[in-house]
Nanobody, 122 residues
Framework: QVQLVESGGGLVQPGGSLTLSCTSP????????IDWVRQAPGKAGEGVSC???????IYEDSVKGRFTISRDYDKNTVELQMNNLKPEDTAVYYC????????????????RGQGTQVTVSS
């Protein structure tokens, strides 16, 4: 079973930047399309971005132009570079397996990690 581990969250002021990282301790990340999913308190989880095996990417409308997803097969990582952060970006961010391969849409989402908290506040 794939294990996913997220890191890089924290507290940042509006307009600031963070880079989240996702890796798999058993080195299998490179065999999956990966999503970043976020969940704010009291809200359902929403897909933010995904990246397929060939590097194709999809972004949710509210993060287009601000977030960039990338993957490094040698380092076994998928990163989410988040710029111009807004208070509404505050959530726990998870990386998850994209069950449809990130071909046409975000999700559905499979196994995910424990998450990393991102808080945007002045």
């Amino acid at each position: 079973q794939v294990q996913l581990v997220e890191s890089g969250g924290g507290l940042v002021q509006p307009g600031g930047s963070l880079t989240l990282s996702c890796t798999s301790p058993n080195g299998t990340l490179g065999t999956f399309a990966i999503d970043w999913v976020r969940q704010a308190p009291g809200k359902a989880g929403e897909g933010v971005s995904c990246i397929g095996l060939g590097g194709f990417t999809i972004y949710e409308d509210s993060v287009k132009g601000r977030f960039t997803i990338s993957r490094d097969y040698d380092k076994n990582t998928v990163e989410l570079q988040m710029n111009n952060l807004k208070p509404e970006d505050t959530a726990v961010y998870y990386c998850a397996i994209d069950m449809s391969g990130c071909l046409y849409r975000l999700g559905p989402f499979g196994s995910r990690g424990q998450g990393t908290q991102v808080t945007v506040s002045s």
